[in-house]
């Protein structure tokens, strides 16, 4: 589920997690560059980070100002400058804009185990770019920092949310009741996860 703002868990032993140390570097798709988060995207975040619509079944409110995208954009910038897990941009590669974010929200390195979020604005909903982004991060995540079980986790509300995780290869494990507040209200989320074991699944 997507936290925009939420802070990330320690990576104190990456190490142990058989990896380098966190780096958001620059991950390529066909149609998307996910790269790191600049001050200067804040122009194309706002126009969809201000969306309702889009925040809707994410645990982040709509933001209310330019000022919120920035100090958004502040936070992850933060995280990359002290080597914790983080958020990548999306990038369109043909119009270099900024249309969504994806990320990781939390990392458990004794574990090996990591879960991801995303957000696209509105105007990109529907063309699989969030399945090609997520499918990008699922294999760095598998391949670069060698973890072993991928968790992302929706809003019953949001099928969109959980067919993209199907077609990464996800499975969906359960129904978690009432697990989180999402604008004041107590919301039923469903828990979906890859494990290393079974991705030659996912490519075949
Ligand atoms: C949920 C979200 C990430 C989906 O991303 P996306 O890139 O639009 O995903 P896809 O293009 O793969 O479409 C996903 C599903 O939406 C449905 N869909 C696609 N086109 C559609 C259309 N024109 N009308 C209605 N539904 C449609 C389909 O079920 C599709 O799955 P399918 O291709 O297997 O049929 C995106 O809608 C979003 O960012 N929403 C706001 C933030 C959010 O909810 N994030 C997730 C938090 S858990």
Redesign the pocket.
Known sequence: ??KIAAPALSLRSLGGAGGGAWEAETLETDRLRLRRLRMRDAGDLYEWTSDP??????LWEAHRSPGETRAYIRYIRSLYRRGLPSSWGIELREEKRII?TIGVMAWSPENRSAEV??????P??????????LGAVMDWLFDRMYINRIE????VR???????M??CGMQREGLLRQRVINKGEAVDVLLYAALRETRRELHA
Not at 53 to 58: F, G, H, I, Q, T
Not at 125 to 133: F, M, V
């Open positions: 589920m997507d619509e889009v925040a809707r079944y994410v969504g979020g995303y957000s696209l604005g509105r990109w909903w529907h063309r699989g770019y969030a399945p090609e982004a992302a986790q929706c809003d949001n099928p969109d949310s959980a067919r993209v199907e077609k």
